[in-house]
Nanobody, 125 residues
Framework: QVYLVESGGGSVQGGGSLRLSCAAS????????MGWFRQAPGKEREGIAA???????HYVDSVKGRFTISRDALKKNLYLQMDSLKPEDTAMYYC???????????????????WGQGTQVFVSS
């Protein structure tokens, strides 16, 4: 079992920055992929960034060059540095962990495992 708790959301003007954090606990040794998803009002949840157990990162095009995913050495904390924020980045952001050995971290549609409760990000124009 893995537990994930997000923090760091808030309101920011367009062009600004926020840093999201995710505190992970439990059976972390089993985690293949960790990542960030978001869900905007009226839209489906989408994966935006992931990092595998080797530290390789993947980003979707909409956030590439603006967001940076990272984690600490003990893999107990996951981060998402969000720069040059846009109003369309407004969403609930979720931390996720996929323990499956054959998981493809960039295959966001098929992630399975653990989810946090989310942290809200609002970007004004």
């Amino acid at each position: 079992q893995v537990y994930l708790v997000e923090s760091g959301g808030g309101s920011v003007q367009g062009g600004g920055s926020l840093r999201l954090s995710c505190a992970a606990s439990g059976s972390l040794y089993e985690i293949k992929c960790m990542g960030w998803f978001r869900q905007a009002p009226g839209k489906e949840r989408e994966g935006i960034a992931a990092i595998d157990y080797l530290g390789s990162a993947h980003y979707v095009d909409s956030v590439k060059g603006r967001f940076t995913i990272s984690r600490d050495a003990l893999k107990k904390n996951l981060y998402l540095q969000m720069d040059s924020l846009k109003p369309e980045d407004t969403a609930m952001y979720y931390c996720a962990a996929d323990p499956r050995p054959d998981a493809q971290c960039s295959d966001y549609a098929n992630w399975a495992g653990y989810w946090g409760q989310g942290t809200q990000v609002f970007v004004s124009s």
